[in-house]
């Protein structure tokens, strides 16, 4: 269990050791589902309170490796994201449009699968 402590003037402090890491920067998120994923970055998003950071959810209804193809388009059409993620559900497809996808994601920079 992770306790916290608040410090002299109210802000939250962790006991040493148990730092928050910092998160900088601009994150694209591009998914297969128009609505269902989406919502729940979306959500997660809010939850997590961020404000030092900039979070992009995209739906597109793409799977694998045209999934990449259109993130890379938004990524380069709306502005350079330091990190690009594409959502899509691994059980639902086959293995070699899996292995397309990843060898098109290693081409861009900074794309995760």
């Not at 269902?36 to 404000?51: D, G, S």
Request: with cysteine.
């Amino acid at each position: 269990m992770r306790r916290s402590f608040k410090g002299r003037h109210g802000e939250r402090k962790h006991p040493s050791g148990s730092h928050k890491r910092r998160m900088r920067g601009s994150y694209l998120i591009v998914c297969e589902g128009e609505k269902t994923e989406p919502y729940y970055f979306n959500a997660f998003k809010k939850k997590l309170r961020v404000r030092n950071i900039e979070i992009k959810v995209k739906g597109t209804g793409f799977n694998t490796w045209s999934l990449v193809d259109a993130a890379e388009r938004f990524n380069n059409e709306e502005s350079q994201y330091d990190n690009v993620w594409c959502v899509f559900d691994h059980d639902s497809f086959p293995e070699k449009n899996i292995h397309k996808a990843f060898a098109q994601a290693n081409k861009y920079h900074p794309f995760s699968l």
